[in-house]
């Protein structure tokens, strides 16, 4: 039996997963050893390819049922994929101004900015950087800032350079008193600190780290 729970709490956002809550499609794929809660700010989960990153962010979001157990999330829930794409004969612009909420769209286009992103481009036009740096930019500026949020990202630093993963990573501690964030990646330097970590290796699902952890200590942990 699996239970999922939302609801919202004065405390601010939180995503609580319990022991015992098993993944997979049909088979088990990962199961949690012990309750993990996760509050306000940025947490990493961090696996080898294959081993479930992405099949617990669309179960935790509903997208896939869990074969057991439960968890609960404490605000409104988002999963901002890998795979966000928009009609190739817009511009950056167009779908900004489409698709983000127009009290967010001047941060939205600040954001931008720093992102070197030329909004003016068409969308077809864009390095797969550059596109994937849309995609991130309308999802981030439909979290609604007066509510507690939940977010779930897939392997959003894919295709960014240094400059574009480290403004994301800026705007979310400016952000991070309404917002959990739950980010699945791969980084490619070993000094990324990562005071929060969600690992899954060997089938097990697990809080990783004491608050002082960079990629370098946790990958030799993963199998």
């Known amino acids: 039996m699996s239970v999922r729970e939302e609801h919202c709490s004065p405390a601010g956002p939180a995503l609580t997963?319990?022991?015992?809550?098993?993944?997979?499609?049909?088979?088990?794929?990962?199961e949690s050893t012990d309750a993990i809660a996760l509050g306000k700010g940025v947490h990493y989960l961090l696996?080898?390819?294959?081993?479930?990153?992405?099949?617990?962010?669309?179960?935790?979001?509903?997208?896939?049922?869990?074969?057991?157990?439960?968890?609960?999330?404490?605000?409104?829930?988002?999963?901002?994929?890998?795979?966000?794409?928009?009609?190739?004969?817009?511009?950056?612009?167009?779908v900004f101004k489409s698709l983000i909420p127009v009290n967010r769209q001047e941060e939205a286009f600040s954001l931008a900015d720093k992102l070197e992103l030329d909004v003016s481009k068409s969308y077809g036009a864009l390095s797969f950087g550059n596109r994937k740096k849309v995609g991130l930019v309308v999802g981030e500026f439909n979290i609604d800032?007066?509510?507690?949020?939940?977010?779930l990202f897939?392997?959003?630093?894919?295709?960014?350079?240094?400059?574009?993963?480290?403004?994301?990573?800026?705007?979310?501690?400016?952000?991070?008193?309404?917002?959990?964030?739950?980010?699945?990646?791969?980084p490619d330097f070993d000094e990324m600190e990562m005071p929060s970590a969600v690992m899954i290796s060997e089938g097990r699902i697990f809080k990783g780290g004491d608050g002082r952890q960079t990629w370098g200590e946790f990958k030799s942990l993963l199998n």
Do not use: M
Not at 164 to 177: M, Q, Y
């Open 154 to 186: 897939d392997e959003p630093f894919t295709g960014l350079d240094t400059l574009a993963r480290e403004c994301f990573i800026s705007h979310w501690a400016e952000t991070s008193d309404k917002a959990a964030r739950l980010v699945s990646c791969h």
């Open 17 to 30: 997963i319990g022991p015992g809550l098993s993944i997979g499609y049909g088979s088990v794929l990962a």
């Open 145 to 151: 800032p007066d509510l507690a949020s939940v977010v």
């Open 47 to 94: 696996a080898r390819n294959g081993r479930g990153k992405t099949t617990l962010l669309k179960t935790l979001v509903g997208l896939i049922n869990p074969i057991n157990g439960n968890y609960s999330i404490s605000g409104e829930t988002q999963f901002i994929g890998d795979e966000l794409s928009f009609d190739r004969e817009l511009s950056s612009r167009l």
